[in-house]
């Protein structure tokens, strides 16, 4: 059997010391009605068998790099340089557990405390935790911070709408035996003002927001300050390299979806979520936190800290449930942001930035298509068709390979017919022009 | 002996990443919105590489060596799971791409949500949960949604027993409900009685209970059939937190033992690696009156799709589904890797898992007891809780923490300590079916050395570990101080 080392003879002279006669002997407490069922499962496969299967697998699947890909929407095809995965795959880092055994985890702990300073700097917070699920689970978990902050007695959530539909839906879940309102507000800033007031834990919005528009967030930070409530801003951390950081505009949490940072697609997880505080509510917030100290030889060391917070000390009393978080993929964004570093997010983020743009302004040129352009857009942008998206995207996908943009009617009624694209540094120019041209092609 | 920080190492006007020159026209940026300053580092490929390699130098995984972490599941990782995970057609997906473009990754999905239908002994499985813990929430928001369901609003209050993971009692009232705590009885197991009497006391405001079985003592619950019968008798549901389902492969299915819900955690019984914490993977098992309400979305086959001999994957939302837990369908790199673990062992394969994991945790146990006290003497599943160090030992102010720190100095990771929190001094030793006899073996001579050492001269005890990449660490220091990131000033001083 495949990963099992006994030989017969180990078997034999395990079970003599324990003093059964056999191993289904050590299965006596179990009920025999239901003791060794017959799994109905598939034979196994050798590792030749294995690998062939799930190549075919594999094979059956349109990637985004055979294909052209204009989709984004909270999942976005970045570069991911090769020394990424070299790192993760070190069986070091990925094979460990939590670091409970600070002394024999200082690789895991120390790349997590390099991730939270990193984390800090892109948001422009003062702590970051070793990070959530995803986006939209640190998002949630920040709506709830925000009701702990406030001891119970505020429990209303006001969202803007343009936050991703699917966090949205993720905080419903999240606080539905919570006894909370969520109350999504039409995105415009007077609209988010009005619905905030002494009853709001939190206003949460997005940036850049799900239609990929950036504006300056200070009106809205203000207005929540004005009634007490916590502004969370939901970040992309691509556009952060470039943009004015959340922490600038009055932030109190700043929350977001890491994958970009050097994950891959991976058809949406695993992904990370991030999760960054101002300092006066760092026992507030959930989730690990690594902390600086010395050894009994007054070395630097890093240990999990404040875990009074956690589950597995105050159990109902938690903050959260949460245990198991991202550890690989904050090391896999750890390296990326070391890799690319100063400069190189910067860059990446300009490419996105420009590349978009100019595939906006070729779309905007095409009869029957327009950019919806009532703000300034960072990689991600609106365009009205002059046809169904989903007729537009079956024939961009059969007559030229492009996955095409993001279909908004269905989330945003008064969207009908408008599609969201996305272009990052993964697009280049030929494949910009190839989209302008099919556009055209199937709408006349 | 510490590294420096990434930071410490960067010179300005480096940089790892090569990037392609903009072929586009440039377009203004908006001034106003933009940032001043990054500090990220700024580092070589090749400082990089020696930095994350030395880094993971100082840390301790299964493919170092022995990792007995209780509770935990630290078994071998197979590298083909690895392999098959890192291919492109997997690797490279949109989660919103057309569905058509998708049917190989949506068919292991729904091959696999089928897989862990059979081995739990569940109707439906949803693979959406992140990991336990998020498992655990999704399971106890299905458990009050059919309750609410069936306009029985009045239920909140989930019976947790004293042995129950921290996550148990959190995920219950992350969700809005109330915890009460079921004793032990004597033998490590619920006490029956005691969860009768509060049945009885809470009766119609009773949610229903969540039950590791085995337990976290490592026992199997004999009386798990009686505790689902008064459960279901004043109308409660039973949910299974399948952190010890390894032992109980081709075993026992937690459906049929009469659990109506169930998280599995690919990260522990399905070979997947744990990442130095996570990414898990906690998908949720339902039995047919509460697959409704699993979170979503699942992966069903379409009949209006679907051709002759061609089943059409599509993904579905189920009727009353508590929702999304999190975006997208869950950790699909996790899936394949389970997929191909599944796929591998077989049904076979998989009871011989959960054969040679409590044949391994039975030895350990019979090498260690003579020396170590043993709580609950009995055969045990697939791990044990050792009461800490002999008596006259811990009167000598050598404790767990110790034996843990000095088991470092031996090249073993350390077992859970104090967890469960019912044994005093607690030592939960999972050592899983991949270790061989001679790395047993190894690692009880190293735990009676321990005792050896600490009858001679505990200092030498209370000093470790000394081989360790670094000595112990002050946890008090780190809360008080709280430094939680690196800042320039500082280290430079």
């Known amino acids: 059997m495949p990963y099992i080392p006994h030989s017969d003879t180990d078997r034999k002279a395990m079970l003599e010391r324990i003093g059964v006669g056999s191993v289904a002997d050590l299965f006596q407490d179990v009920p025999e009605r239901v003791r060794f069922p017959n799994l109905d499962l598939p034979a196994a496969l050798s590792e030749m068998g294995a690998r062939w299967e799930l190549e075919s697998l594999a094979e059956a699947n349109l990637t985004a790099g055979e294909a052209s890909c204009f989709l984004g929407a909270g999942a976005y095809h970045h570069f991911v340089p090769a020394v990424v995965d070299a790192l993760v795959s070190r069986g070091e880092f990925y094979s460990s557990y939590t670091p409970y055994q600070a002394e024999v985890s200082q690789g895991t702990l120390q790349s997590i405390f390099e991730y939270q300073t990193m984390i800090c700097e892109l948001t422009g917070m003062d702590v970051s935790n070793a990070s959530h699920y995803d986006g939209a689970t640190s998002t949630a978990e920040a709506v709830i911070t925000a009701i702990n902050v406030h001891r119970m007695r505020r429990k209303k959530a006001v969202i803007s709408r343009f936050v991703h539909p699917e966090y949205r839906e993720v905080i419903r879940a999240y606080t539905q035996g919570l006894d909370m309102t969520i109350l999504d507000t039409a995105g415009e800033p007077e609209d988010i003002r009005g619905a905030l007031d002494e009853e709001t834990a939190c206003l949460i919005v997005q940036y850049p927001d799900f239609l990929g528009r950036i504006e300056d967030l200070s009106p809205l930070a203000a207005a929540a300050e004005a009634v007490g409530a916590l502004f969370v801003v939901v970040a992309d951390p691509t556009a952060l390299g470039l943009l004015r950081p959340p922490g600038e505009f009055g932030a109190d949490l700043v929350t977001g979806e890491g994958q970009g940072l050097g994950l891959g697609l991976n058809f949406g997880g695993p992904y990370l979520g991030f999760f960054a505080a101002r300092q006066k509510y760092v026992r507030k917030i959930a989730g690990r936190l690594v902390g600086q100290t010395v050894d009994t030889n007054g070395e630097r060391g890093f240990v999990m800290t404040l875990t009074t917070r956690e589950q597995h000390i105050r159990r109902e009393r938690a903050i959260s449930n949460i245990c198991t978080n991202q550890g690989l993929m904050a090391l896999a964004a750890t390296v990326y942001m070391a890799a690319l570093g100063k400069c190189g997010l910067r860059t990446v983020a300009e490419l996105c930035y420009h590349k978009a743009h100019y595939a906006a302004a070729q779309i905007d040129g095409l009869d029957g298509f327009s950019v919806v352009r009532d703000k300034p857009f960072f990689k991600e942008f609106v365009v009205r068709c002059p046809m169904p998206v989903a007729e537009i995207n079956e024939q961009l996908l059969r007559g030229y390979v492009i996955i095409g943009g993001y279909d908004l009617g269905e989330e945003y009624p008064e969207l009908e017919d408008h599609m969201l694209l996305c272009v990052t540094e993964m697009n280049p120019r030929q494949e910009i022009d190839l989209l302008v041209s099919a556009l055209k092609e199937v709408t006349s | ?493």
């Open chain 2, 1 to 493: 002996m510490s590294r420096p920080l990434i930071f410490e190492i960067s010179r300005p006007g480096r940089c790892a990443a090569s990037l392609p020159d903009l072929d586009v026209p440039r377009t203004e940026l908006p001034e106003e919105l933009l940032r001043d300053d990054l500090a990220l580092p700024e580092v070589s490929e090749g400082d990089l590489v020696r930095h994350y390699t030395h880094l993971s130098q100082m840390n301790y995984g299964v493919d170092t060596g022995f990792y007995p972490l209780g509770s935990c599941t630290m078994k071998h990782n197979p590298k083909i799971n690895e392999a098959m995970a890192r291919l492109p057609g997997f690797t490279n997906l949109h989660p919103y791409q057309d569905q058509e473009t998708v049917q190989g990754a949506l068919f292991l999905m729904h091959t696999l949500q089928a897989f862990l239908e059979e081995i739990g002994g569940f109707a439906t499985v949803s693979l959406q949960p992140a990991a336990g813990a998020q498992g655990e929430l999704a399971g106890v928001l299905m458990m009050r949604a059919y309750h609410q369901e069936r306009g029985d609003t009045a239920r909140n209050v989930m019976f947790v027993p004293d042995s129950a993971h921290g996550t148990n009692p959190a995920s219950t009232s992350m969700s809005g409900m109330e915890v009460v705590e079921i004793p032990s009885n004597q033998h490590g197991g619920v006490d029956l009685d005691a969860l009768t009497a509060a049945c009885q006391q809470h009766h119609e405001r009773l949610v229903g209970m969540m039950l590791t079985n085995p337990n976290t003592l490592g026992l199997f619950e004999r009386q798990v059939e009686e505790i689902c019968a008064v459960v279901h008798e004043h109308g409660g549901l039973m949910y299974g937190d399948g952190a010890n389902l390894n032992p109980l492969l081709g075993i026992a299915r937690p459906g049929d033992l009469g659990f109506d819900v169930l998280h599995y955690n690919l990260h522990k019984t399905f070979s997947t690696p744990h990442g130095g914490g996570g990414p898990g993977s906690g998908p949720v098992g339902a039995s047919p009156a509460l697959a409704d309400f699993l979170p979503g979305p699942i992966v069903k086959v379409d009949p209006d799709r679907s051709e002759e001999d061609l089943p059409f994957y599509a993904l579905w939302m189920p009727t009353h589904t508590i929702g999304r837990v999190k975006t997208f369908y869950g950790h699909f790199g996790v899936f394949v890797k389970a997929y191909t673990y599944i796929r591998m062992l077989g049904p076979e394969g998989l009871r011989r898992v959960g054969e040679y994991a409590v044949l391994n945790a039975n030895y350990l146990k019979e090498l260690l007891k003579g020396t170590y006290p043993l709580p609950h003497d009995r055969v045990c599943m697939h791990e044990f809780v050792l009461a800490g160090p002999p008596k006259d030992v811990q009167e000598a102010d050598v404790r767990t923490m110790d034996v843990a720190k000095r088991l470092m100095d031996y090249g073993f990771h350390p077992p859970t300590v104090y967890f469960p929190l019912i044994v005093d001094e607690a030592l939960m030793i999972e050592p899983t079916e991949t270790e061989n006899k001679e790395t047993l073996e190894a690692f009880a001579e190293a735990m009676l050395q321990i005792v050896a050492e600490a009858r001679d001269d505990p200092d030498i005890l209370h000093d470790a570990p000394l081989q360790a990449p670094v000595r112990r660490l002050d946890e008090v220091r780190a809360a008080r101080d709280l430094i939680l990131r690196w800042q320039p000033e500082e280290n430079e001083a």
